[in-house]
C-alpha cells in the first residue's frame, strides 16, 4: 500500500519512509528567535519535544543556531507566573512560504531539564 504524498508532520512522519523521533503537534504560537544578537519575531507552525517549525519574515540558513524563546500558553492567554521556553536551536531546514514569508524547521539543542519538562507539560495540554 503506497503512502500519500504529504503526510501532516505531527502525524510522526517526516516525509512517508522516514519516522519522526518526536511526534509534532499543530501550535501556533509567538516566538522570538534572537540572530547574532537581534531578537525578530516568529510564529510557531507545529511544536514538538526535540524542535518546531516556523513562520518567519526571511530566510534562515540552514545550520545557523539561533536562540528561541515562547511562552507556552494555556488557552492562548500567557501565563504570567510560567517561565518562558528558550534554548538554542539548530535551523535544519528553511523554504520560501508565499505571503508569510518563509517556514522553518528547528532543532532543539540541549534544552534544560527545567525546559523540557516545561514543554513536555505544555505539550501533554495541547494532545
Known amino acids: 500500500m503506497a503512502l500519500p504524498a504529504v503526510v501532516p508532520h505531527y502525524e510522526g512522519v517526516s516525509n512517508g519512509s522516514t519516522p519522526r523521533e518526536h511526534t509534532r503537534y499543530p501550535v501556533r504560537i509567538s516566538c522570538e528567535l534572537t540572530i547574532a544578537g537581534e531578537t525578530l519575531h516568529a510564529e510557531t507552525k507545529n511544536l514538538s519535544s526535540g524542535g518546531a517549525a516556523v513562520y518567519f519574515a526571511r530566510p534562515l540558513t540552514t545550520g545557523e543556531v539561533v536562540t528561541v524563546s515562547f511562552f507556552l500558553t494555556q488557552d492562548g492567554i500567557e501565563d ?12 535544519r531546514w528553511s523554504k520560501p512560504a508565499g505571503s508569510r514569508g518563509h517556514d522553518a524547521g528547528m532543532q532543539f539543542l540541549s534544552p534544560s531539564t527545567e525546559q523540557r519538562a516545561l514543554l513536555a507539560d505544555f505539550l501533554r495540554q495541547v494532545a
Open 80 to 91: 504570567p507566573d510560567r517561565t518562558p521556553f528558550e534554548c538554542a536551536a539548530s535551523i
